[in-house]
């Protein structure tokens, strides 16, 4: 009798070992034999920050049930363009690779940045993470760069610049000039934070110039894509590997615009304001300063 115990205990500790190595396997087998998952998923509704265009790059999509890579792209710009903090969708049954693709979609923060740059300030993201299973749900999980309460403040101020300086019987670069000029005259490059790590103010959103009178690129870029918004300009923000800038369309074309470089730092601390880099191509860009600007152009192929 005890030899019978001793050999059932011994069936049942390789048994329950098995089931657990094998529980990712179990899991998936269960599912598909017992659980019914509704993989057909709707984003339903977007914010007012939305932007309702697409880039070369990537796309608005209806389509949340990815087979390629850049149906994966389409479908994070478009949670995050539209607003959503947290968005599930599945891997579908017939694309063996989705996973290890949102993996490394997931861990790919250059990517990130990158689609990141293409939504409205308001509704980019400070942090962005993806859960998934083995099971092939993905969860977004958005956390926003802006607060309702900097949102408001930053509109207020907007609000207060545009009934300033706002003509609408100006052309349309010269009331872009006049917001450039307007952001850079009311604030100073915030060198404590980028040179010494010295953090004061939040210089690298757009609450620092506008509101704290400082600003690092990222500041300047999302303070004039502010005013760009507001004046149903087409623009979005471009990134080289350690600085960030506007990129926008007038004049029926897509022209660079980066405050940050008209702002420059001088050894006396004197302001000075100026447009060498006001609305400019890439060859003339890349003619005057080539180490802070060079760019993807595989994703921000409007400016080739």
């Known amino acids: ?64 049930s990815p087979h390629s890579k850049q149906d994966l792209i389409n479908i994070y710009y478009t949670v995050i363009n539209a607003g959503k903090t947290k ?24 990517l990130l940045s990158h689609i990141n740059n293409f939504v409205h300030p308001f509704n980019g993201f400070k942090h962005i ?26 509109n207020a101020k907007i609000n207060e610049a545009w009934s300033q300086l706002y003509n609408a019987n100006l052309p349309e670069i010269e ?21 010494q790590n010295i953090v004061k103010y939040k210089s690298d959103i757009a609450y620092g110039p506008l509101i704290e009178g400082h600003g690092l690129c990222g ?41 940050t470089w008209d702002d420059p730092v001088t050894t006396d601390g004197s302001d000075i304001l100026e447009h060498n880099f006001f609305l400019i191509d890439t060859k003339t860009l890349l003619e005057i300063e080539k180490e802070q600007h060079i760019f993807s152009e595989n994703v921000y192929q409007e400016m080739k």
């Open 129 to 154: 993470e993806t859960e998934y299973d083995t099971l092939g749900k993905i969860t977004i999980h958005v956390k926003k760069s802006y607060t309702k309460s900097e949102i408001k403040k930053i």
């Open 219 to 259: 500041g300047y870029t999302d303070a004039m894509a502010l005013f760009l918004e507001k004046m149903h300009i087409n623009n979005f923000k471009i990134a080289s590997e350690n600085h960030v800038w506007n990129a926008v369309y007038t004049n029926s074309h897509w022209y660079h615009l980066d405050l």
């Open 87 to 110: 968005f599930t969708f599945y891997c579908p049954d017939d694309w063996e690779n989705c996973l290890s693709e949102v993996k490394y979609l997931a861990n790919d923060q250059s």
């Open 1 to 64: 009798m005890k030899y019978k115990k001793f050999l059932v205990m011994g069936f049942l500790l390789i048994l329950l070992g098995t089931a657990f190595l094998l529980r990712e396997q179990l899991v998936v087998l269960y599912a598909d034999y017992f659980i019914k998952v509704d993989k057909e998923v709707k984003l339903e509704g977007h914010n007012e920050y939305y932007r309702n265009y697409d880039y070369q790059y990537l796309q608005n999509t209806k389509q949340f």
């Open 175 to 195: 009331q872009i000039k006049l917001f450039h000029d307007y952001i850079i005259n009311g604030s100073k490059y915030d060198s404590n934070r980028s040179d």
